[in-house]
């Protein structure tokens, strides 16, 4: 019977996941930037958009002080199933059919950027202002259900 290699990856895996997992986070965390690069640049050529952004230009917009310039929080490079979670550094394209390139990339947390996705500021403007309404019913236990558009 031959070796199973994916069968014994697989148990292999299962049984080092956090070793793993702290292992990923370690070399993240030691090339943040260059990691960051890879990723982006991948996504770019699966999805056929525009890439032009360097370590070095990741390196002159990564926050000095690793507050989400969205959320205010620390960030910090996290690894869960998924590769990240919600406080990791996160390369925004501001508008997404432009791609990777320089001038049209932001570092947020991962938080602020599943926020966005491809939101204007007009529809995140909307969610605000229709939760906003929600949360204050909410606390003043007057949860109304109508929630027509008021515009």
């Known amino acids: ?21 702290a ?16 990723n982006a640049r991948k996504r770019a050529k699966k999805n056929n958009i525009p890439f032009n952004i360097t370590e070095d230009y990741l390196k002159s917009i ?6 989400c310039p969205v959320l205010g929080f620390e960030m910090s490079v996290g690894v869960d199933e998924n ?18 390139v320089q001038g049209n990339v932001v ?6 950027n599943s926020i966005k996705r491809d939101a204007t500021p007009e529809e995140i403007r ?3 202002d229709f939760y906003e309404k929600v949360y204050e019913q909410l606390d003043n236990k007057q949860l109304d259900l109508d929630f027509t558009n008021e515009s």
């Open 126 to 128: 909307k969610v605000a």
């Open 23 to 38: 292992q990923k986070k370690a070399y993240r965390e030691a090339n943040k930037e260059k990691s960051m690069l890879k």
């Open 62 to 67: 990564y926050p000095s002080d690793m507050i």
């Open 107 to 112: 570092i947020v947390s991962m938080r602020a």
């Open 83 to 100: 590769g990240w979670t919600d406080t990791s550094p996160s390369l925004d394209r501001i508008i997404p059919e432009k791609g990777y």
């Open 1 to 21: 019977m031959p070796f199973d290699v994916a069968a014994y990856n697989k148990a292999y895996h299962e049984a080092n996941r956090e070793k793993i997992l």
